[in-house]
């Protein structure tokens, strides 16, 4: 049966291991929040409080992993991401969709000059990562990547969404 880790909008990620659903989130709050989510979805979960730079599972378990809007609030993006290939199988796909760095030098700017308030004011949360290069540090192969701006302010919210693949 597949595995996969998988994740919500937020600080965390989520595995599905045999058919169950493992959610890993470093606040209690939100394991919370996503138990309250899940119940009766007919989904069998279970629920963890952890690092996603100290991922709590053996090497090479799942087939998948899922990230959306998660890698901007973890104080080590390309740590954890190296974490989450660890835990993936050779040939697993890792599927993200997150808010980084803009390739336009004005919003790029603006990014650069906000983040330290973003940081303080939203959880942690950096506007200036470069999602495509800290895939790419942590051994991703990137397959597909489709860049564009959310609806509202440029500055928070250049999108990166896609498929990486651990090399087989």
């Known amino acids: 049966m597949p595995n996969k880790l998988t994740g919500k909008a937020g600080s965390s990620m989520s595995a599905l291991s045999h058919n169950l659903i493992v959610s890993v989130d470093i606040s209690a709050t939100m394991i919370e929040e996503a138990r309250r989510r899940t119940e009766g979805s007919g989904l069998p979960a279970e629920f963890t409080v952890g690092d996603a730079h100290a991922l709590p599972f053996d090497d090479a378990r799942f087939d998948s992993a899922l990230s959306t809007m998660t890698l901007c609030t973890i104080p080590d993006g390309e740590a954890a991401l190296h974490e989450i290939r660890r835990v993936l199988k050779p040939g697993a796909r890792f599927h993200f969709a997150e808010h ?36 790419t540090k942590a051994g991703f192969e990137i397959e597909t990547m489709r860049n564009f701006y959310m609806k509202g302010p440029k500055p928070f919210g250049y999108m990166y969404v896609g498929v990486a693949r651990v090399p087989a």
């Open 100 to 135: 980084g760095h803009a390739p336009d030098a004005k919003v790029a700017r603006m990014q650069d000059r906000l983040n330290r308030m973003q940081n303080k004011v939203a959880g942690g949360c950096n506007l200036n990562r470069e999602v495509d290069t800290l895939l």
